[in-house]
């Protein structure tokens, strides 16, 4: 899908604040392109840039158990 969507749909699709979209435009988080003074996204690349890697069992020598 590339429908590009402003900071206020974004918001309503992933259930956040506009400002929570702001910060995470800000801190590069989340793809945008930015297009004059605003910023368009894409939903899906915007979901697949949320993504967090699992995090897999480390186990340590010097802990207990």
Excluded: F, M, W
């Amino acid at each position: 899908n590339t429908n590009l969507i402003d900071r206020t749909e974004l918001a309503q699709a992933l259930g956040v604040s506009k400002r929570t979209v702001d910060r995470h435009t800000a801190s590069q988080k989340i793809p945008h392109i930015k297009i004059g003074r605003s910023r368009r996204y894409c939903l899906d690349e915007v979901i697949e840039g949320l993504k967090v890697p699992l995090v897999t069992k480390v186990t340590c020598e010097l802990c207990p158990g």
